[in-house]
């Protein structure tokens, strides 16, 4: 038996809350191990239209750069020359068309206590991990979710995550499909919804309101399916939806109190290669952000490394494997851009070398089997959620 523990160095007002201690913002470059002049160079005419690190706003490059391309295949044409572990190629959507959302200057601010494993030291992790083979029973870890139109990665992500531990811890006995509608629409300290929002807020509302269910679009599953399809306007965010009491006609509760579902306990993991996949290899897939480039677009195989285009936004994915391919180690990635999209879905990052910031910004947490349909009191009273 794994021991988890909270690591103490936050200060104690910092736990009350939930945040810990705010960290150097990222470089807009951070680890694409290219040379400054390597870099301009692959980045062109766009490298000069960088907003500096945290400072830009969510989409914003995304939208203006990503209109200037039709379609991925053009996009691609631009660089696919430079790539030498990925293959870049043709998506479906247009490059505006696939939403980020997670507002990289308050990630620091919102970071939760760090919480590791105590006594895992020997553990011997495979040179390969997929929990989708590890975790059968489970098969939300096979699933794919689609944002659509709205800069809802972070809730997306972290509700596929919620799913995916529930049915781990439980060992296959529990299956809760959790919905990214709560945290998109009520949870205000989780950010602006379809506007952007960071990682660990959302896991924090998770421990302390709950979360209902929700299935994918057009789907009638669970209390508040997702809602939010394709851009109707090109490039541009649809309106958060309102925050809503009540699940959707039909469901078996009315109440959306009655359907909520929590967790135990919300952290955060260290910037180590080593406790990312111990976590994952014990708990199952965990959250992570990371700063996106035009590129990523366009990706359709191999082991994604930014090689061209101006940086596009924040965004959260969910990490849920790892490997080594031709030498060179990787993270094994959901996405949250629909299964047209890179591999059905899924995607390959490099791992080990913090690309993109990817290590630096991992939640997780562990589900609370003992608690649920709870605090609907609270709601009733006019508290709502936070």
Known sequence: MFRFVLVLACCQAALAQGYGTPSPKFSSKNSARYPDNQYNQYSGEYSGAQYPSGQYPVNRNQSYFGARFQNTALLASKFSHLTRTWRAGSNPKPPAGYRSGVNMA?????????????DVEDLDLPDTFDAREKWPECPSLRE?????????????SAASAMTDRWCVRSKGKEQFIFGSLDLLSCCHSCGQGCRGGTLGPAWQFWVEKGLSSGGPLNSRQGCHPYPIGECRIPGEDEDTPKCSNKCRSGYNVTDVWQDRHYGRVAYSLPNDERKIMEEIFINGPVQAAFHTYLDLHAYKSGIYRHVWGPLSGGHAVKLLGWGVENGVKYWLVANSWGREWGENGFFKIVRGENHCGIEENIHAGLPNFHRQGEAGKYFAAGYGYN
């Open 144 to 156: 794919i979710r689609d944002q659509g139109c709205c800069g809802s990665c972070w809730a997306v």
């Open 106 to 118: 308050d990630l620091e601010r919102t970071k939760l206590p760090l919480g590791i494993m105590a």
